[in-house]
């Protein structure tokens, strides 16, 4: 599975942006997808999944209520539309793949991801 983030910039704090995640190579519908983010100087941490349906969602605490991820299986893409953005939310975001094999939730863990994309850029200024 290739995976193609895009859709990160400059934002003042309490604007909005919109990543977008472009998946190919494999059925996107068999896959969980997820996006984590990774501050400079800092470990990368989990932001949101969903599961193949788009169904099942998760969220970091610290996101939950202004982050929405959603997908669109017949565009091969998923997606982070982030609201009410906070200068701790600058990082580099990743989206990240793996099979869907039946879990009734889709994992936190950056571990069990098989697929990863490149970075897009937030910043968020003050």
């Known amino acids: 599975v290739q995976l193609q983030a895009s859709g990160g910039g400059l934002v003042q704090a309490g604007g909005s942006l919109r990543l977008s995640c472009a998946a190919s190579?494999?059925?996107?519908?068999?896959?969980?997808m997820g996006w984590f983010r990774q501050a400079p100087g800092k470990e990368r941490e989990f932001v949101s999944a969903?599961?193949?349906?788009?169904?099942?969602?998760l969220y970091a605490d610290s996101v939950k209520g202004r982050f929405t991820i959603s997908r669109d299986n017949t565009k091969n893409t998923v997606y982070l539309q982030m609201n009410n953005l906070k200068p701790e939310d600058t990082a580099a975001y990743y989206c990240?793949?793996?099979?869907?094999?039946?879990?009734?939730?889709?994992?936190?863990?950056?571990?069990?991801?098989?697929?990863w994309g490149q970075g897009t850029q937030v910043t968020v200024s003050s």
């Open positions: 990240a793949s793996v099979a869907d094999s039946g879990r009734y939730y889709p994992p936190r863990s950056q571990d069990e991801y098989s697929y």
């Open positions: 190579g494999r059925t996107f519908s068999n896959y969980i």
């Open positions: 969903v599961d193949w349906s788009g169904i099942r969602t």
